[in-house]
C-alpha cells in the first residue's frame, strides 16, 4: 500500500525492512561460512522469521545472492529507452558503460571493496549461483530486446539478436575486469584497460550493428 504523498505506507516499509534484514542475515552467513555450508533455516532464525516467511521473499536460496543485481537486469533497457532523441542504442550503452567504469559500479566488475572482492569469489566459486546468474543475463537479453522493439522500431528477430550481442559483450567486459580485480589487480590500476577494453568492443558492436537506428 502507498500513502497519499507517494512514499511507501506502512505495510510496505516493514516488509522492505524484512527482506533487507533477510539479505543481510543470509550475506553476513554465506562470506563467512561459504554458501554451501549455511541452510535457508539457519538464515530464517538469524533474520528472525519463518523459513516459509524467508521463501515468500526469496523463492530460492540463491536469491538472497542474485538480488542484490535484480535491479541490473533491466538496467541495459533502461538505459535504451531514456536515450536522448536522434542518440542510437549503442551509443546510449557505450556511455553507460564507461559510466559505471568510472564511479566503479560493481556490475563492470571494476570494483575492489573487500566485501564486493569477497562476494564476487563466493559466486564465481558456486556453480549452483553461477548458473543463476545466467538465468539473470538471459533476462537482462529480453528486456533488452523488448526496448529495442519499442524505441527504435526493429524487428523482432533483429532485437533478439542484437540483445544477445551487447548483453554477450557487456557480460564479457564485466568478466574479465572481475578476474582481473579478483586476482590482485587495484581497481585504480585496470582503469585504463577496462576503458580500452570497452572503446574496442562496443567499435566492434557498432560495425556489426550500424544498421540500427536512432531514436526519433
Not at 83 to 97: G, K, Q, S, V
Not at 171 to 185: F, H, I, M, P
Not at 203 to 216: S, Y
Amino acid at each position: 500500500m502507498v500513502a497519499v504523498d507517494g512514499k511507501p505506507g506502512l505495510r510496505e516499509r516493514k516488509k522492505q525492512r524484512t527482506h533487507a534484514a533477510i539479505s543481510e542475515a543470509a550475506i553476513t552467513l554465506f562470506l563467512e561460512h561459504g554458501f554451501n555450508q549455511v541452510s535457508v533455516a539457519q538464515v530464517a532464525e538469524a533474520a528472525e522469521v519463518s523459513k516459509r516467511t524467508l521463501f515468500a521473499y526469496f523463492p530460492a536460496k540463491e536469491d538472497l545472492v542474485v538480488h542484490r543485481l535484480a535491479d541490473h537486469e533491466a538496467e541495459s533497457a533502461r538505459v535504451v529507452r531514456a536515450r536522448p532523441p536522434r542518440t542510437t542504442p549503442l551509443t546510449a550503452l557505450r556511455e553507460h558503460f564507461l559510466k559505471g567504469l568510472r564511479e566503479r559500479d560493481p556490475i563492470t566488475g571494476l570494483n575492489d571493496h573487500p566485501h564486493i572482492l569477497k562476494l564476487t569469489r563466493m559466486i564465481l566459486d558456486t556453480p549452483s549461483l553461477v548458473a543463476r546468474m545466467e538465468r539473470f543475463k538471459a533476462g537482462a537479453e529480453h528486456e533488452l530486446a523488448q526496448a529495442l522493439r519499442e524505441t527504435a522500431d526493429t524487428p523482432e528477430l533483429t532485437a533478439r539478436l542484437a540483445a544477445v550481442q551487447i548483453v554477450a559483450v557487456q557480460w564479457s567486459l564485466a568478466q574479465d575486469n572481475t578476474r582481473r580485480v579478483t586476482y590482485g589487480e587495484p581497481a585504480d590500476d585496470r582503469y585504463a584497460g577496462a576503458v580500452a577494453d570497452a572503446e574496442h568492443a562496443f567499435a566492434l558492436l557498432e560495425n556489426g550493428l550500424r544498421h540500427l537506428p536512432p531514436r526519433k
